[in-house]
C-alpha cells in the first residue's frame, strides 16, 4: 500500500468520505510525510466537522467522540515513533 492509501484507510475514507484526494496529499505533505501525524490531524479535522443533525423526527448522532479518540491514538502513534524518526533525518543529515 502507498502512504496515500494507508492514510485513506486510517481516516476510514470508504466508510466515512470527508477528503478530497488532493486534500489527503496535502494533508500527508503537511505533516512531514509522517502517516501517524496525518492520521492524527486528519481525525482531528473530522471531529470538528461530524455533528448531530435534528430535522424534525430524523436524528442523525454525531461521531465528534469516536474521531477526537482516533486522533488520540494516532497521536500517542506518532509520539512514540517521532525520536526515531529524529534520529533517522540527523542520520541522513550527517551522511
Known sequence: MTPIEILKFNLQERQYPY????E???LLETN???????S???CLFKANADDAVN??????ESNREY?????EQYKSDYERSYPMVELQQQAIKHQ
Open 24 to 26: 489527503i496529499d496535502v
Open 67 to 71: 474521531w477526537l479518540g482516533l486522533a
Open 55 to 60: 430535522m424534525g423526527p430524523l436524528k442523525t
Open 32 to 38: 512531514d510525510n509522517d502517516i501517524n501525524k496525518a
Open 19 to 22: 477528503f478530497e484526494d488532493e
Open 40 to 42: 492524527w490531524k486528519g
